[in-house]
């Protein structure tokens, strides 16, 4: 797989296969690298980077040059997948439209990744976009946030990272075409797309009635409770469906018969919000993982809101080894997010930490590609490489 996107979306799909067991090569521009490197100012990578580039084998290339493109083609046709995320139509530029690289390598899946889109209103098609971008054009942002604040957007970057687990498994699907004696393709994996298709039943709501989602903090349109509620010391998140609102009743002395209206009722009125100021009041009076383990107990979901040093030192995060450690290739043994998911037989594996800028050059050039040591010279005074 060759991966030649910068940031997030795109190079993390390839991140997620080269943890899996995939050859990555991730192309980055000579000299200049993929600024999510981000170096610090001791030099190391920036965190991200260290965290998502994992696995991959490093090489520079400078493919808007004759030679450059040459080189690039000629790696395709060693690859099967070819993953990138440039602003659309620029690859066309350096003649390496989608006619021209599945003419020079039939087998390859190309899979685009942008964030409106490689087709539709050319005004939207030929906008930068980002994450948040995407997130506030997909509609998804409008009916995030508080009925009172402004909207807000899924952090962090929420939309990317949906995307890169589309550009990866369409990819796949396409590659198994492939295997199976089909053809490469192209695949067009929008951010604005990948956001709006998570957006459960909203667009069914309004071409079938004309309702549009307004915004109503973490409560369910649909259920009471499901909302984040103060205890004394922290927060927890509540959701009680069906039995369970009995039970949680039940614990707080109150008749179940009374409020069930409330439970799958209008969420704002006035006997939904009095339930609501109740439970908020009952919960006040426990420690969080006091009343955690209360409502566990009797058989109400519940969770402890918590931070990133709550996740570190969690029991079940350790029991399930969430996190590892692996030797980064600038700044020595880091400590992270392991692999996700966790497969019984060929569970993945961190087998190098992120690369240097050009670090495999003369391993993927060299070995892969065959060009001699003469001609890499030859290729770094061009600054092709």
């Not at 991200?48 to 696995?55: A, K, P, T, V, Y």
């Not at 980064?328 to 692999?339: C, N, P, R, Y």
Request: charge should be negative; proline fraction near 5%.
């Amino acid at each position: 797989m060759v991966s030649t996107g910068f940031y997030l979306a795109q190079p993390f799909a390839a991140s997620l296969a080269a943890e899996m067991g995939a050859e990555v090569i991730h192309v980055e521009r000579p000299k200049v690298g993929d600024p999510y490197r981000m170096w610090r100012a001791d030099g190391t990578h920036g965190y991200g980077f260290m965290q998502e580039r994992r696995n991959m084998l490093c090489v520079t290339m400078d493919f808007s040059k004759p030679r450059g493109r040459e080189l690039f083609l000629k790696l395709l046709g060693a690859t099967d997948i070819w993953m990138e995320s440039s602003k659309p139509g620029s690859l066309a530029k350096f003649g390496l439209d989608d006619d021209a690289v599945l003419k020079a390598a039939p087998h390859l899946v190309l899979t685009h990744v942008s964030g409106f889109g490689q087709t539709g209103d050319p005004d939207y098609v030929s906008r930068p976009a980002y994450d948040s971008i995407g997130q506030a054009f997909s509609g998804m942002m409008y009916q995030n946030g508080n009925p009172d604040g402004s909207p807000y957007r899924a952090q962090p970057d929420t939309g990317d990272y949906l995307t890169a687990n589309y550009a990866l498994w369409s990819s796949l699907a396409a590659y198994i075409r492939v295997l199976k004696g089909g053809k490469g393709q192209s695949i067009d994996v929008a951010i604005f797309e990948v956001v709006h298709k998570h957006l459960g039943p909203t667009m069914l709501e309004y071409f079938q009635e004309g309702i549009v989602r307004e915004r109503h903090g973490n409560k369910s349109t649909f259920n009471q409770p499901m909302d984040c509620f103060r205890a004394k010391d922290g927060w927890l998140m509540i959701v009680a469906m069906f039995a369970q609102f009995d039970r949680l009743c039940e614990l707080m002395e109150q008749d179940p018969e009374q409020w069930r209206p409330v439970h799958l009722g209008d969420m704002n009125s006035p006997r939904a919000l009095e339930f609501d100021g109740m439970l908020r009041k009952w919960a006040s009076q426990y420690a969080v993982e006091d009343l955690v383990r209360l409502l566990i107990d009797n058989g109400v979901p519940c969770a402890k809101v918590v931070s990133s040093k709550d996740v570190a030192e969690h029991p079940h995060f350790k029991a399930r080894g969430v996190h590892m450690e692996w030797e980064d290739g600038m700044s020595g043994k880091v400590k992270g997010i392991g692999i996700v998911p966790k497969l019984s037989d060929t569970p993945g594996k961190i087998w190098r930490g992120a690369p240097k800028l050009g670090q495999d050059n003369a391993l993927v050039y060299g070995k892969l590609l065959g060009l001699e040591t003469s001609e890499l010279e030859q290729l770094q005074r061009e600054e092709v490489i």
